[in-house]
C-alpha cells in the first residue's frame, strides 16, 4: 500500500468539512441550516480545485485517503 502525503491545508479544508457535516447533521431540519450547506458547498470547491489534485497522477483513493487523514483531526478539534 503506498502512503500519501497530503498537504496540511488540504487536510484542514477536509476536516473542517468533517466538522461542518457533522455539526449539520445534528442540526433539527427547522434550525436554519442553510450557512452549514453554504459552508459545506465552499468547502468542496476548495478541495475539489486545490492544487494538490493536479499534480502528477493520483491514485483514485485519493479522496477516500484524504478523508481518512482529516478524520482524527476533525474528532481531536470537535472534543
Do not use: K, N
Not at 24 to 41: F, N
Not at 42 to 56: D, K
Request: glycine share 8%.
Amino acid at each position: 500500500m503506498q502512503c500519501t502525503s497530503f498537504p496540511d491545508d488540504l487536510v484542514g479544508l477536509q476536516a473542517d468539512w468533517l466538522r461542518t457535516y457533522r455539526m449539520l447533521a445534528a442540526r433539527p431540519a427547522t434550525a436554519g441550516t442553510t450557512p452549514l450547506r453554504r459552508r459545506l458547498i465552499t468547502l468542496s470547491c476548495a478541495i475539489s480545485t486545490h492544487p494538490y489534485w493536479s499534480g502528477p497522477a493520483r491514485t483514485a483513493g485519493g479522496p477516500a485517503e484524504l478523508r481518512r487523514a482529516a478524520g482524527a483531526r476533525a474528532w481531536a478539534r470537535a472534543a
